[in-house]
């Protein structure tokens, strides 16, 4: 059984454009949650 190549077309945008969101905004995220949580990030 072989993919339909049109779905990977119209999906490959969306993934990309979540990608670069995630890869912008998870250094901050990480950031964020080692300020509220200080004992988890000093191991």
């Known amino acids: 059984m072989v993919m ?16 670069w969101a995630v890869r912008n905004i998870l250094p901050f995220a990480i950031k964020q949650f080692q300020k509220f949580f ?6």
């Open 4 to 19: 339909d190549w049109r779905v990977l077309i119209v999906l490959l945008p969306v993934l990309l454009a979540g990608a």
């Open 38 to 43: 200080p004992s988890l990030g000093k191991r």
